[in-house]
């Protein structure tokens, strides 16, 4: 990306954040709510120890946890003003924040390589263009519906040429393996389950179209308790170092939440997740530039949706400075 393009990018995010009306609440908030992820080791770790009601504790606020099955449930409850704080892939909060729902993501709470095309054991299909015609399984509105357009395009496939079939991810898992659908687009734990225990096959991988995992918060909450919000990341950042530091309890975490097996909880988080990065900056700008012509070129987003302003507005590159680890 020229420099010239990031620094306006960054001048903009900058100029919104400075925009965000300050109306920090004269009286402890009554409850605060946020969700947990099963694509978020992090966000399950927070939750088991209860280090982010300890840290409201002597306010009395009250923390409600609600559960996302994947990014478009968090958006879903992002939008509806069901929770304050919701974890996604970073282009399905793109694609909501292109599209109207107001949030931004200060936090990045994992680097992922969450999802992959996958077929069955004894598939015949051995490559993307093989994809033609067939049924594939995907959750709209998450990163793994658009690792399938992404991938499509890079066979030189559209939509059309294959039958989408819109499953929630855990239903995807099952399809693939009672063969009702010929391949299903992944999303951890329920894919490193599938290829563990039924010898489910990877048959295209892309680190770089899966997106960051992001944080989001609600613009009017951001706005109105910056303070509450900035307690939010200061536990993340807690969980994130004792992910780092523990990755094998942490795995038995996430095998305990998500019924899954040790091995399956293993291979997501130390061969499939880095936690070294949580502060939003150029690359996850980068990152959301590269993949947004997707969103555009399938019709995803409102005509005339400025992209390019929806991720200067969508990326908070300077709110978390402050709460973040050195090192």
């Given at each position: 990306?020229?420099?010239?393009?990031?620094?306006?990018?960054?001048?903009?995010?900058?100029?919104?954040?400075?925009?965000?009306?300050?109306?920090?609440?004269?009286?402890?908030?009554?409850?605060?709510?946020?969700?947990?992820?099963?694509?978020?080791?992090?966000?399950?770790?927070?939750?088991?120890?209860?280090?982010?009601?300890?840290?409201?504790?002597?306010?009395?606020?009250?923390?409600?946890?609600?559960?996302?099955?994947?990014?478009?449930?968090?958006?879903?409850?992002?939008?509806?003003?069901?929770?304050?704080?919701?974890?996604?892939?970073?282009?399905?909060?793109?694609?909501?924040?292109?599209?109207?729902?107001?949030?931004?993501?200060?936090?990045?709470?994992?680097?992922?390589?969450?999802?992959?095309?996958?077929?069955?054991?004894?598939?015949?299909?051995?490559?993307?263009?093989?994809?033609?015609?067939?049924?594939?399984?995907?959750?709209?509105?998450?990163?793994?519906?658009?690792?399938?357009?992404?991938?499509?395009?890079?066979?030189?496939?559209?939509?059309?040429?294959?039958?989408?079939?819109?499953?929630?991810?855990?239903?995807?898992?099952?399809?693939?393996?009672?063969?009702?659908?010929?391949?299903?687009?992944?999303?951890?734990?329920?894919?490193?389950?599938?290829?563990?225990?039924?010898?489910?096959?990877?048959?295209?991988?892309?680190?770089?179209?899966?997106?960051?995992?992001?944080?989001?918060?609600?613009?009017?909450?951001?706005?109105?308790?910056?303070?509450?919000?900035?307690?939010v990341i200061q536990a993340y950042e807690k969980a994130r170092a004792w992910v780092r530091a523990n990755q094998t309890e942490a795995a038995k975490i996430l095998s305990e939440e998500a019924k899954v097996s040790l091995p399956v909880a293993l291979l997501q988080i130390k061969l499939r997740s880095d936690f070294s990065q949580p502060l939003p900056g150029t690359e996850?700008?980068?990152?959301?530039?590269?993949?947004?012509?997707?969103?555009?070129?399938?019709?995803?987003?409102?005509?005339?949706?400025?992209?390019?302003?929806?991720?200067?507005?969508?990326?908070?590159?300077?709110?978390?400075?402050?709460?973040?680890?050195?090192?």
């Amino acid at each position: 990306m020229k420099r010239r393009t990031l620094l306006q990018l960054a001048a903009a995010a900058g100029a919104a954040s400075a925009t965000l009306p300050r109306l920090a609440a004269a009286v402890p908030l009554e409850e605060i709510r946020l969700d947990y992820a099963y694509y978020s080791p992090t966000s399950l770790v927070l939750r088991r120890f209860g280090w982010l009601e300890q840290a409201f504790k002597a306010d009395g606020t009250k923390v409600k946890w609600v559960f996302s099955a994947g990014s478009n449930r968090a958006l879903e409850y992002l939008n509806g003003n069901s929770i304050d704080i919701g974890s996604s892939a970073g282009l399905a909060a793109l694609l909501a924040r292109a599209n109207g729902t107001p949030i931004r993501a200060p936090y990045i709470f994992s680097r992922p390589e969450w999802t992959a095309l996958v077929v069955p054991k004894n598939s015949p299909i051995r490559s993307l263009a093989d994809l033609k015609g067939k049924k594939v399984a995907a959750t709209k509105g998450t990163d793994p519906y658009l690792f399938l357009l992404r991938s499509l395009q890079v066979a030189g496939l559209k939509r059309s040429d294959i039958e989408h079939v819109s499953l929630q991810h855990a239903d995807g898992r099952t399809a693939l393996e009672q063969g009702k659908v010929d391949a299903w687009v992944g999303l951890d734990p329920h894919m490193a389950a599938s290829e563990l225990e039924s010898g489910a096959r990877l048959l295209y991988r892309n680190v770089a179209f899966n997106t960051y995992g992001f944080l989001n918060v609600r613009e009017q909450f951001l706005g109105s308790h910056p303070n509450e919000t900035a307690r939010v990341i200061q536990a993340y950042e807690k969980a994130r170092a004792w992910v780092r530091a523990n990755q094998t309890e942490a795995a038995k975490i996430l095998s305990e939440e998500a019924k899954v097996s040790l091995p399956v909880a293993l291979l997501q988080i130390k061969l499939r997740s880095d936690f070294s990065q949580p502060l939003p900056g150029t690359e996850h700008v980068n990152a959301l530039r590269q993949a947004a012509p997707i969103l555009r070129d399938e019709a995803l987003v409102k005509p005339g949706a400025d992209l390019n302003r929806a991720i200067a507005e969508l990326v908070d590159t300077r709110f978390a400075q402050p709460y973040i680890a050195k090192g």
